[in-house]
């Protein structure tokens, strides 16, 4: 029911713009850094590894008036990470990974100050669909396999985030630019923080 609710306010929102006049076309790169909260691995015996992720994002937006925007986004990313935890017994090798899916509508306004530099600020509410796989093996000094065992996780609601940014003119009808977001992906109940990302961005008018 969250899913359809969601799906119609983006959409009617999205063609309430409909009658604007200029829009836009956005690709992106995506790098972003999280953290895993204590007790992630089945046995609970590390504190947190940071996990660095990566992925794209394309967004449609059209400008509401010359310093508001709306944007439709759909992006992804994905981080894995492998590490060893050493006793004087036995070795344990853990690999993590964690994917994220997300549609979001996004809301910005931007500081037109006529000059090639545009600084803007951002927020956006949508819903993501995480997916968390973890896989355990031990091993004795001997280096024979002693346990080994693997872990899911699956999740799906509501994400937001927030943000800011600059673009700048390359072109009359194409901006490049960067931004930081600070993005809840809605997976705390799966022992991850939430994410710090800078986006990379190539923006055309249409």
């Known amino acids: 029911m969250k899913k359809v609710f969601f799906l119609g ?7 309430a713009q409909a009658n604007a006049d200029d829009w836009y076309g956005s690709i992106s790169a995506i790098i972003g850094k999280n953290r895993d909260k204590d007790n992630i691995t089945r046995k609970g015996e590390i504190k947190g590894v940071s996990l660095t992720s990566d992925g794209a994002e ?3 937006g059209t400008y509401l008036t010359p ?7 759909l992006n992804y990313f994905v981080g894995k990470k492998g590490y060893f935890l050493k006793s004087q017994e036995a070795t344990g090798h853990i690999k993590l990974k964690h994917e994220s899916y997300s549609l979001l509508f996004n809301s910005y306004y931007d500081f037109n ?3 090639m530099a545009v600084p803007y600020v951002m927020a956006g509410l949508g819903y993501a669909n995480n997916k968390i796989n ?3 093996s031990e091993y004795e000094m001997s280096k024979t396999q002693t346990d080994q065992g693997k872990l899911f996780g699956s999740k799906k609601g509501l994400t937001w985030q927030l943000g800011a940014g600059i673009d700048m003119k390359a072109a009359e ?4 630019g960067i931004g930081y977001r600070f993005r809840d992906t809605n997976t705390s109940g799966k022992k991850l923080n939430q994410y710090h990302m800078v986006l990379a961005n190539i923006k055309m008018d249409f």
Request: proline letters at 0%.
């Open 173 to 176: 009808d194409l901006k490049i």
């Open 67 to 73: 310093d508001m925007r709306g944007e439709l986004s």
């Open 9 to 15: 306010l983006c959409l009617s929102l999205f063609a």
């Open 134 to 136: 973890i896989k355990y």
């Open 113 to 115: 100050n006529h000059t």
């Open 58 to 60: 394309i967004g449609l």
